[in-house]
């Protein structure tokens, strides 16, 4: 399966990833590795931050330095957005980042954005904002067949989240702890679709060495590599399908801030699923 990362880039050599990364691009003004506002080829989306790495890491890490991966024998395209501040300058850089992964990358299945605006919604922002682009770029990577997680940011806001994750077709993330509690500073909302660990998560960092880090931004490539290890098993599944066999075999878990319960991945029990009901059904068997 191969998945796309679009982060602060990825340091492509790292002992964690080495093989694994088939394509880098970059669309961040001003702050590609060439200096210019858009980059193609091997080094186009190396990191100068360390959350890309890390998060790429989560997602599809060998295990060779911090725990594996997720899904560690997945296929990584990595597009740079973030700068060294591990920011985007605006929206139009996502987009085309997301366009990019929809034209030139038709065989990924799974996009990870571990990213948002600083804006926030409540409910669905499809025709609000930033919304209405993130909406339209997850459309076209959904009619590729690929499903697009995205972070609920970590304003610790219970009832609003920002876009991306906002988008009614995006898969949203929220963050646990180990002991399934869910993170004071994960936003959530009526529309968040998923939670996954997120705090106090060891992986791949800059300089070949490990880091520790946790928000919504370590949850989100949880999903996501689990989104992989069920295309894997299953690749008939379309983004419905995913999300419907990680909600239906998660772990219910209440967030004591809004009241809501929402399913906390459960990858083991998903697979399972998908292999009883075979590749064209939804949910479990």
Do not use: Y
């Not at 990870?112 to 997850?138: H, I, P, R, W, Y």
């Not at 946790?214 to 399908?241: C, E, I, K, Y």
């Amino acid at each position: 399966v191969t998945v796309a990362v679009i982060d602060s880039g990825v340091q492509a050599d790292h002992p964690d990833l080495a093989g694994s990364v088939v394509d880098e691009r970059c669309f961040c003004v001003g702050c590609c590795p060439n200096g210019s506002s858009t980059q193609s080829g091997p080094g186009a989306a190396a990191d100068d931050h360390g959350h890309g790495t890390h998060v790429t890491g989560i997602l599809a890490g060998r295990g060779v330095l911090a725990s594996r991966g997720v899904a560690p024998g997945a296929s990584v395209v990595a597009v740079k957005v973030l700068d060294s501040d591990n920011r985007f300058c605006c929206t139009s850089n996502v987009v085309a980042a997301m366009d990019w992964v929809a034209t030139a990358h038709p065989e990924v299945k799974v996009v990870n954005l571990s990213l948002g605006t600083s804006a926030l919604f409540t409910g669905d922002c499809d025709a609000v904002g930033s919304g209405a682009a993130f909406a339209t770029a997850v459309a076209a990577l959904e009619a590729n067949g690929a499903a697009v997680f995205a972070a609920s940011l970590n304003d610790g806001d219970p009832n609003r989240m920002t876009a991306p994750a906002c988008v009614a077709n995006a898969i949203s993330v929220g963050s646990v702890s180990k002991f399934d509690v869910v993170a004071n500073s994960s936003n959530s909302g009526p529309n968040l679709d998923l939670l996954a660990p997120g705090v106090g998560i060891r992986s791949s960092w800059l300089g070949s060495t490990t880091n520790f880090a946790s928000g919504t931004s370590m949850a989100t490539p949880h999903a996501a590599g689990a989104a992989a290890l069920l295309l894997q098993a299953s690749p008939g599944l379309d983004r419905a399908g995913v999300l419907a066999a990680l909600a239906d075999s998660g772990v219910p878990i209440l967030d004591g801030r809004n009241g809501l319960t929402r399913p906390r991945i459960e990858v083991a029990t998903a697979i399972a699923g998908v292999a009883i009901c075979g590749d064209g059904d939804i949910g479990l068997g």
